[in-house]
């Protein structure tokens, strides 16, 4: 079985940054996609940034983070974080990290984070 934890969330002020952090453990194939989503409150869960393993693998981000957030994985360690900087209001949410295995196509979920950014 395969788990996620995720730690880092807070309360942040706006402009400010905030570092999540997500280990996977558990047994799943090598070839597989880790990173994080967010969902705000009465709105659906938003893909943020998601990076694959592989020699060539790239991260993908999405627009509204592009620039601001920053996503790294240890592969020796199953783990991924992601660095939120210039954080604004609208950043606020819950943050879920996501394994996606390429193999068995099943995705994990974390069971989330809460990212406040206020005055």
């Known amino acids: 079985q395969v788990q996620l934890v995720e730690s880092g969330g807070g309360l942040v002020r706006p402009g400010g940054s905030l570092r999540l952090s997500c280990a996977a453990s558990?047994?799943?194939?090598?070839?597989?996609?880790m990173g994080w989503y967010r969902q705000a409150p009465g709105k659906e869960r938003e893909f943020l940034a998601g990076?694959?393993?592989?020699?060539?693998?790239?991260?993908n981000y999405a627009d509204s983070v592009k620039g601001r957030f920053m996503l790294s994985r240890d592969y020796a360690k199953n783990t991924v974080e992601l660095q939120m900087n210039s954080l604004k209001p609208e950043d606020t949410a819950v943050y879920y990290c996501y394994l996606h295995d390429l193999v068995t196509l099943i995705q994990i979920w974390g069971q989330g984070t809460q990212v406040t950014v206020s005055l």
């Open positions: 990076m694959p393993t592989g020699s060539d693998a790239g991260t």
């Open positions: 558990g047994s799943f194939f090598r070839r597989n996609v």
